[in-house]
């Protein structure tokens, strides 16, 4: 039987919330902060994806170098569904399904429509892909719930013998 219920928010973005459960969890593994390298199994446009995601990911201080397999699996997907995409864009999520050709070669009579496999792939790897972002705080309401201190406005300068403001 699996675990129960929603799997558990990273310590780390529970301290960017501030929460206090984040101080429950004193054991938990805390990773250093690296950059993950991209695997050499990865193709161009996936290893481009993966650079461009780690510098994101490193500048909001929420990406470890162990990341880098999970980071990997993730840009090989999107590079799959823009190509799915691609081609659902250029033919089409269906096709006619025909019956019998007639007797002099003609196509039969349309008798149902199918969707083409990369629709498919497309509806699944979207469905992934959005896990995957999900768990990476890429998406706007994940990221709506990591909460980072704002500096303090500074006091402005005040003339106690004039009574006013400076600057």
């Not at 206090?20 to 004193?26: G, I």
């Not at 510098?55 to 569904?81: E, I």
Request: without cysteine; hydrophobic residues 35%; charged residues 25%.
């Amino acid at each position: 039987m699996g675990a129960r219920g929603p799997s558990p928010t990273p310590t780390r973005r529970l301290q960017l919330r501030g929460s206090w459960r984040s101080k429950q969890r004193p054991n938990e593994p805390r990773p250093k902060r690296a950059r993950p390298r991209p695997p050499a199994s990865l193709g161009d446009e996936a290893k481009k994806l993966f650079l461009a995601l780690v510098r994101q990911l490193y500048a909001q201080k929420v990406v470890a170098g162990f990341d880098a397999q999970a980071l990997a699996r993730y840009s090989d997907l999107l590079v799959d569904y823009w190509k799915a995409s691609e081609f659902v864009g250029k033919h089409g999520a269906v096709y006619v399904v025909r019956g019998k050709p007639g007797k002099d070669g003609e196509p039969g009579q349309a008798v149902g429509f199918r969707l083409y496999p990369q629709t498919a792939l497309k509806i699944a790897l979207a469905s992934e892909l959005l896990r995957l972002e999900r768990e990476f705080g890429l998406t706007p309401s994940a990221r709506a719930r990591v909460e980072v201190e704002a500096p303090a406005p500074a006091e402005p300068a005040y003339d106690y013998f004039h009574g006013a403001e400076v600057g």
